[in-house]
Every structure is written in structure tokens, then in C-alpha cells.
């Protein structure tokens, strides 16, 4: 491993396998971090500051500061989830590069203590990726790196992989968690289901995202400092970007926070598909504002992007063109949340598909006179009135198109047609029920 | 304390309680549906959204509305908006989104007129829906014979799937699929699998979740409800019975068409009972009674109401005439009822008579009955239990013997000897709710597997009838258990009040260090106080010594090493609430012996006296009433010392020596010494013990009155049979287990010429020469406070305050029973015999309780039988 690069090797033949992964460096973090003392590696991970890649950039050390003093039984859970719409980083080492996480969570475990137990929680449709990962479980047991006194430490810990059936809802960690359990995945009440204090069967449970734990290594090898000297210093270390839509070479792009914007579309994805000209794009999938020209020089950082109003997300970064009708865009985004809401509590579940019966209308010139007003009053219902994030999330898209692309909107209502000229519609023709 | 203001209104109340509730109890109506305050929270519904403007929570909170079902209140300085611009606008958005996909089929349904959604919709809602798109659809269908589910009426609040597993722990509903698709289910294709209680109906806000039984018989305003108790097992849970309107025309008096079929379906049911409910305890606030079990009913409470409507049930007195029983009017039969229980009175002397009377019927009417046999009879020779096998004087409850309340709040809960999720279904849920709301440690000894034992690992199965050997296991385990859980918590005390303690409790400096001092000294007392109380008394001491765990376990067919885990869990609590079901106190051999020795444990210990649970609904008020042969009301001994003053408010010579019980009235009419027999209120040919023996005495009886609403297989043997009411068609009071009297009302008037027990006991008494004068049963409770020194206090008013739950009389009443002298048990003969290897036990199920269910269709439909 050079520097804190987490697809290194990912590109390598073979990688997945326990072999190919050792004769690349693999376990010699784990070695290391067995060889620490616990308080240190502790500090090491706290100094680092990794943030949290799964959306919300807590850190990770200080998420372990919520573990109450004195727990005797504390389960580290992986949310290898992924559904977040144009979101693929965690893909990428799941299948290619398993034994990183492996060897990740049993550092993030050693550290801990008291973990006997972890799960990684990966989403149902990733079957290759789960047949990797209980691969490499095997063979890193087998190998003597998991399972009953890990390399003669005394150290016990086993990993259990979990698979999703297909519900975006269970990424969000309480839901997560509820699956886990066995029961209906739904979010749970915080508090005081906070899962670093009542997670799995009410112990301290911590969530991390895949991207985030992978973090752990560099650090273990070269330090906290050595893991800062990339990055900004409120987000340091590397990030995988997720490229997709109007761009000539979509794909998971690995930088330091500091890349920007501009840089990830015309340096990394080799700019604009037909060279068309730029329209919008969402910075960190589908639940977070609509960035337009202005901010393109946004540096894509987390605290960056929220400066310019927006979220880094899961730095799903979707790009549309000139070609993009942002009506068909919105609809798009609101299905997916109508589709994946899960119906706990009432603004949501009724919000969203009402938006999108209205939405679709509007798509297909049967729009009223008034509606566009009154898409913005129903998500005014439902903002800050979920119960989950899902929820507030579902009226972003449409209120970041409508607020920059006003008039799109309006003449879809009233000439019952699109302006744009749009190569194909990206939503669906069917229409909601 | 917490400190609120809620819209500008100061209020104090206490740490940790719901803002929701702060804002109820000030009278502030703050629209909900998922809040219910036994479930757990979930805030899902959204409806109950307010503004938090100021308060000490992080600030996130102020920036946007915030669940008041979900928001526990500590602290000073919080401000409470209900009533903000903003709040209105969310709840008439909250309101769109619910009534969005609703069907709106408020005409035809149900709960049309006392539904939540209306309700909050006419106080909070839009006047009009935007939608113009398809509704989502939603299944409507039905989850068996009792319960019916129409999902366009759902708000998706999940009281239902909770209150089905949280309280019942039957988890037979769920949720289907998700967003707008969501949608409750049982079992795919199948009826509901569970108790069937019901409840899920109860606490539905909405018209989703209804009673197939009721199924639009009436709309709310053509009902009358009158709250009652139920008449089945001893939890004596309050409930309403719906009937029609009784005014209005009898026959169609309208000349247009239509107007005669609406008149037709109006007064189609007039005259019966429609349905049995409890009380809701909604997000409306109403104040009315809700007893001691608010939204709570059983399988039977719920659904075993037809028996009163049945065509079968005895309008007219009978009188056996050429072996035949024939109608008469009743001046007839009260006169042959009266000539023939003279002749052997005169003849025989007083005690060739008898009566039995009822566990079922109600206090005044009890009262009365024993008064009957014992001045009008003249003889003692009068009992109210009829399926016990165990017939041993009876002890009052006292004041420390817990309550349904305590368990609820209990940390700690013993179960012996029941089956209690069949026979006390309220009991059991609240224990249920203790081990799931306050982690109670819970231990579930007995041969009767219930449901309550999936909540706890300490269940401990004993042989069929080794009841009795369990318990002494148990207290052989428990005794040394908390000793030296006493002394370990002394230890501890003494450690944390230690330097080195202190100084870490003051968690470097932020604790003062006089505090936590003081809390240490305070923690250290009372430990040194628990384990000075911990004294085995001699009798105590008597019956262990010399005994081992290992013998009384093998006795009972358990293993010694669960009995002392099991008793490991309870034996260090301050207070472990113990109770005692039926299979140990009058089934199981040595039973009552072994309850004495609890009792005399438990104060050992410092703990309250164990709860003794009943059969039926007046078990206890009949046993209070002194329907015994060998107690006069209120557990008054019988004999000439208590015999004399009775004798003088009486105004009639009471007999002193102590009458017949049960058994020894069979075995004296089947030989032929007692010669009449009055029962009352109950079939001892289906519930007493021993069918045959009892025939011969029928048979062998000369003359036999029976009083009941049906012609039992016991009245078939009459002379006499006297149509009696049922409860539903009484004043009167019901004493639960616990001895909490609740008060007892007409929702009918008794089919044809059928008549009150009270009643039907002074017009004999009038003919058997005591001229009795009816009162009513206000008059009645006064002379059973004068005459038992019990239930004093009792008025209309205590019993029916909406904040209240009854009069608990051994409170009320300070009450404290004297301990048994304990023998010696003879654990050998407890073990069973045997030549009869096999055990029968009998008792009650979810489905029937005693032999009136047997009547009923819901119980039929349940489990037929
Ligand atoms: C609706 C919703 C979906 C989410 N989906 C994911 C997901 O697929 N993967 C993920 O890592 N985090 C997801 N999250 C965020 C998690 O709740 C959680 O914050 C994250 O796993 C924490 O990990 P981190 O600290 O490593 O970021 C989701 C959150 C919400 C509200
Ligand atoms: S906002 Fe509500 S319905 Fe939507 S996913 Fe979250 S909890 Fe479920
Ligand atoms: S059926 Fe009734 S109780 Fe159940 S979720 Fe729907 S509205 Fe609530
Ligand atoms: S039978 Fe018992 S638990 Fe059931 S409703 Fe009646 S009193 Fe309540
Ligand atoms: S969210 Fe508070 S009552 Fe439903």
C-alpha cells in the first residue's frame, strides 16, 4: 500500500483473493495494529479525523466516543448498503479488494476491545460482492486472521455477512440495524435508539460505512499525520467519487478532498458526453441540492460543499447537459423515493407518491394551471416533518430544479410540452399508481 | 420537576413524563394517532408535531417541529408552541396526507362519528382534499370471524401490530410491503392465529381494524352504552355493552317506503346486546371510567356477549308437575318453592337444607342470598364454590397484597401454580408489560405452560399437581438466596461509601463531594435496613429444616439448578410481587398449604403478601359476602360470638354452628341427611368435581329450587326453577380479585317475566313468612358495611370517578389478615399416586371460562367445543 490510495491494487488480478491480497501488503496494518497498544491505536484514529463516507462525515473516533464507558458487548456493523442513486464506491472493493474490509474491521474490532461480533450489512443485489466477502471471511479464518485467538493474541472475533433484500431504507443505520434484528426495516426513535448506545439487541453497536473503515489502514500504516497530509484539514485523507451521467468516462475516481469539481468532470471524466454544454448536477446523489455553472469550483470537501449549499453525500456525483428536462430529472429522483419510502410515517409514505402522480402529470403535459405552486406547498408539508431523512430528502429534487429551472417548469404546465430538446426521457413512461 | 411553559401557560410536572401528556393533563388537545400510552413510542404518524422554541435540548430541536409523543420533558425553561401558525398549517398538511388515499366511506363505516381521523379533521384538518390523481389502493378483507381489515381506512399509526405483541405477546399482525403500499396483515391466507382478543379493534383510531361480530349494526348516535364489568374470570375488567336506543316507534310508523326499511334496520336489533367494549383510551380527551384495564378485554370479555341474547335463555318460572317441569306464572312458583323448602324445614329441621350459591352473581345479591339461607333457612349449610376441589376456610386479601397496578410497576414478579394468560388475561398482560416496560425479572413456576412464560428464561415446569412441592423448592432456594443477596448488597454499600469510592462517584469534582456522601450513607442504610427485616420466622424455619433443594426439586420433577437460578433472579429484590393462580391453590394437593407458607415467607422477607388469584368475576366479593359455610360477611368465623350481634341487625336468631361446605352437602343429600337445596347462579352437574356422586344427591334430594338464566343441565332437576336476569341486566357491584369493587349496571331489562336475584330472594323470603323488603342495592352495600365492618366507604361517587379505578376495600379499609400456623407438609404425598399415573387437570382456556361460554357463539366460533 502507498499512501493512503484505497484502489491501489484494486485493478490488479487476483486482488480478491487472500494470496494476491498478502503479496500486495495485505494484513501488514493488522500485524502493526496487534502489535499497539489499544489506547494509542484509539488516539491514532481519533487524531485522524476520518470522516464518515456514508453521508453524514461524522467522524469515525468520535462516533466511538458515544460508546458508553464500560460496555462489555459492542458490535461493529458495516453498511455495505449502497443504494443511494449513482453510488458505487463501496462496490468496487467489495468485489475487487474484500480482504481490505476484512482486515479493516478486525483492526476496528482490536481497538474496541470488547467486540466478539461484527456484520456487514451489503445490499441483496450485490451478489458477487457478497460471495467474495464470505470468501475472504473463509479465508482470512483459515488463515488464522479471524475467528479464535486472532494470530495469538487471545483476541476472538468472528464476521458475519448479512445480505439486504432490497430496501434503500435499510442503509439508514437504525433501519439497518432493525434488519439485522430480523424485523421490518424501518428507522428506529432517536433517541433513544441511538446505535452507538441501543443498537443490536439494545448494545453499543457502530456503523460505518465500507469506504469509511477502509480508512483505518493507511492510518495504522503511516500514522494520523501521515494520513492528514492529503486532504483538507477538516477532511483529510482520499475519497472515491462517483461519476456518472452526461460524462465521457463515467466511473469511481479516487482523490484527495481537494479536487473540485470542474476538475472531476473535464480531468477524471473526460469532460462533457458529445461536448455539450454543461446544464446542473447533483454533488452527492440523490438526496442533496442541485449545483449549477456557479459552483463548479467547488472544492469537494465536506465542509466545502455545504458551504456552497449543497452536501457532499455519498459524492454520487450525477451530471446532466443541456439535454436534460429538469421536470423528467425530478421525476426520476421522486420516484425512487416513492418507491423506497418506507412508509412509517405519514408525510413520506403520502407525500411521495402524491409529488409523484403530479409530477408525472406535469412530464406528460397534463399539468394544471397552479400546480407547480402547489408542488412547492406540499413539500413545505412535509419539510422537517419526517420521521427519517428519506422523507426530506425526497423533496429536494424538487425543489432545487424548481428554484433554478422555474421557468421549465411553467412551460411544461402551460404549452404542455418540454423546452429542452432532449435526446430520450430518463423516467419512467408508466404512469404512478 | 420539569418547568414548561406550553402556549405562554406555565406548568410543572414531572421529569421524564411525554410532552404530549404535560400538554393533556393541562387540558391541551394535541391531535395524535400513533401515541398510545402503553406502547412503546415510535413517532410515525407525525400528527402530534409541535414547536419547541426554547428548552434544554440541543438547538437542532428549535429549528424544526418536533414530536411531542416522542419528546421527554427534563429540565426548566422549555417553550411550547400547539398552537403557532406554523403548527396549524402542518396538522392541515398532515391531515391532507392521511385522508389523501383514505376512502371516505364514513357513511357505512363503524366508527363513523366517534372515529380519531374525523374527529381531528373537523377540529384541525382542511375542508377539502387537492388531490386529483388515483387513490392508491387498498385491500379490504377479513382476518376470520372476529376481526375485519379495511386498509383504505388506515392511518398506518401501527397501535395494532404493537399493542398485538407489546400487550399480548401473540404478534399475529404485521406489515406488509412498503411506502404507500404498506399495509397490515396477519398471516397471508389465513384467519387470525392468536387469542383473539380483540384489542386490536380497540385501539385502531380509525375504521381499519372493526368487529366482524358488530359489522354495522348501529351507528354511534342510534347506540346506548353502559359501562360495566365483565361477568367471566376475576381480572373484573370495565367495559361497555351496546344496545339501541330504546325510544322511538315500536312498529313502522312512517308511510313512506323508504323511511319504513330505514326504521326497519334502525330497530332492527332493539332489545339485545351488540357488542362489548372497553374503553378507549384515544387521542380525544374524554374523562369516563376506564377501570383498572382501560382498552384491555379478553377473547371472552370481547366477544362472549351473545349469550345474553339467546333464544334459549328462561323467560318464565317452572314448576315440576307430574314429573314434568311446566311453565307457571310466578305467584305459583314461589308458592310451591316456599311450601316445599317449609315442609323439610318443619319436618327435618333447618339443617336438611341447603343453598349454593354463585361466584358470578353480585354483591348485594350475595349478600342477600347468604342472609336468605342463614335467617330464612336458618342453617349455615351455604357455599359459593362449586368447582373447587380444596374447600379450606378462606382468607381475606390484605392491604399489602399486590395489585394489578403493582404488578404493572413491579421489578420483579413470581407466578405460581396459573394459568394465567387463560384464566386472569389483564393480570397476565400487565405482567407482561412490567417485564418488557421495567425489564422485570419474572419467574413462572407451575405444570400449565402459559404464554407468559416466553417472557422470561425462568420457567420452571413442574408434575402435573406438584405445585405445592415447586414452592417449597423455591423457598428452600430463595431463603439462603437472599441472605446473600442482602449481605452483597451491603457489602457494595459499605464499599461505594470508602475514600477511594467517593471520590470517583464525585466524577472529578462535578458531584459535590456532601452529596455523595450523602448518597452513599443513604444507599448503605437502607441495605443494613433490608437485610435487618430478613428474619425466617420460627414456623418459617420449621418447615425448611431438615429438607433439602434436591428433594422437594425431585418432588416436583425440576431441576434443583433451575430453581436456584430462578430464584437468584427474584431474591434481591426489595419487593417480589408473588401470585398465585388456581392450579396451586385449589387444584394442586397441599396447595393452600403451601400458599400459607408463602404468606409467612413473604413477611420474612419484607416482601407484600402473595396475590391470590380467583375464578370468577364475585369469587372474591362472594367469599367477602360470606357466602361460606363456616364465615359470616366480612370473614367473620361463624359461631355464637359473631352470631349474636349479626342476630341483632338481622332481627332473626343466627345459626352459630358452623354449616356444610360444597362437599359435605353432596355427600349429606347423596345420603339422604340434607334434603333440600337452593342454588343460586350456578350448574354444579358441568363444574363441580365429582359429576356422579352429585347425581345420586340430585336424585335423592326431595326438593330442589334452581335459579338461573338458562335451564341447566342442574335445573332439569328441579322442583321449582325460578328465570333469573343476568348480569347485564343488574345494579349492583363485582369484586375482582384484587377486591377492587366496580359497580355493575342494566344495559336491558331481563328477558320476558325473568327477575333479579334480589328480587326473586324477597319475594320468597315474603312467602317463607320473613317479610322482606326490596332495596336497593345502595341500601344493601350500607347494611354490608354495618354488618361485615368491610366495603365501608363505598359510594356511588368513589366508584365511579373517572380518575379511579373502583374502591379497593383491603386499602380502603387497612386490612391485614393474621398469619396461618403452618404445619408440617408431607411432601411424599404430594408427588401423586401410583396406581394413577396419569393427572387430569381441569381449568379454564382462553376461549371459556366456567360454563356460560358454552352458550356462546364467539367462544364457539373461537374453539369449538
Ligand atoms: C435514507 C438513508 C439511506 C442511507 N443509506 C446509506 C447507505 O446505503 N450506505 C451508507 O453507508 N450509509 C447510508 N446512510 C447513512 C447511514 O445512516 C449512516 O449514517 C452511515 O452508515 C454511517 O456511516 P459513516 O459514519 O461511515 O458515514 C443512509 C442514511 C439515510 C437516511
Ligand atoms: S421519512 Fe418516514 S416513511 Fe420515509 S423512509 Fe423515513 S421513516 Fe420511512
Ligand atoms: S389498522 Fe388501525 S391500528 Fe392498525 S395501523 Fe391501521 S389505523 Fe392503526
Ligand atoms: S374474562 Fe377477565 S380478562 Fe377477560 S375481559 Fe373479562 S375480566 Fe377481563
Ligand atoms: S408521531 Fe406523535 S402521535 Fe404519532
Redesign the pocket.
Known sequence: MVGPRLYHYLDVPGQHTLEVYERNGGYQALKKALSMDRATLVDQVKAAAIRGRGGAGFPMGNKWGTIPPGSTTIYITCNADESEPGTCSNREVLERDPHQLIESMIICAYALEHVRTCYIYIRGEYRLGAERLNQAIQDARAQGYLGDNIMGTGFNLDIWVFRGAGAY?CG?ET?LIESIEGKRG??RLRPPYFPTVMGITNKPTVVNNVETIINIIPVVLYGADGYKAYGTEKSPGTKLYCMSGHIKKPGVYEAPFTVTLRQLIWDFAGGMLNDRKFKTLIPGGASFQWFTEEQLDTVMGFDEVRAAGSNLGSTGIMVMDETTCVVDAALNLVHF?AH??????????EG?RWLEQIIWRIEHGQGRAGEVDQLLDITDNMDGK???????S?IVPVRSSISLFREEWDHHVTHKNCMVQRDYRMSSTAQPH | MAKLTIDGIPVEVPDGTVLLEACKAMGIDVPNFCYYPKLALIG?C?MCLVEITAGPVPPAVFAKPQASCTTIVRGDGWEVLTNSPKVEKLRKGMLEFLLLNHSLTCPTCDMGGECELQDNTWRYGPGISRLQDSKAYRVITSLGPFVDLNMQRCVQCQRCTRYCDEVMGNRALGMEH??AATQIMGFPGEDLDCVLCGNCIEVCPVGALTSDMFDTKARPWDRIETPTICTYCADGCSMKLDTKAPAGPNNTPFANDHWDRYAVKLYKDRGRVLRARAFVDSGILIEEYKGNNQEFLCHKGRFAFHVINHPQRLTQPLVRRNGELEPATWPEAIAAAATGLRRIQETNGPDALGGIGSEKITNEESYLFQKFIRTVFGTNNVDCRVSAKDLRTERAPGRTQPTVDDLYNSTSILVVGAGITEENPLTESKIRLAVRRNRASLVVAGSRRSLIADETTSFLRCKPGAEAALVYALALALAPSRQSALQGAVKKAEDATLPTALEKATQGGKVPMEVVEKNAQDALSKAQDAISKFHLSDDVRGVLSGRTLEDAAGQAGVDPALVEAAARAIAGAPATHIVLGQDLLVKAPGGREAADFLRTLCRSFGWPDPAELLEHNNSRGARDMGVLPDLLPGYKPAGDASAEPLSIVWGTRVPGATGMNTHEMVRAAAEGQLRGLYVVGSNPLVSYPGGDLLRRALERLDFLVVQDAFLSETAIHADVVFPAAMWSEKDGTFTNWEGRVQRVRPALAPPGEAKTDDEILVDLAHAMGHPWRMQSYEQTQAEIAQVGGIYTGITEEALTDPNGAGVLWPRQNDYEPELVPLGQPDFSALAGDGAYPMVLFTGNTTYHHGSLTSWDEGPRTAEPI
Open positions: 431504507i439508514e433501519a424501518q428507522p423515493f423506497e419510502s418506507c412508509g412509517k410515517c405519514t408525510p413520506c409514505r411521495t419526517c420521521f427519517c431523512l428519506l422523507g426530506e425526497a | 410515525a407525525r412498503r411506502g
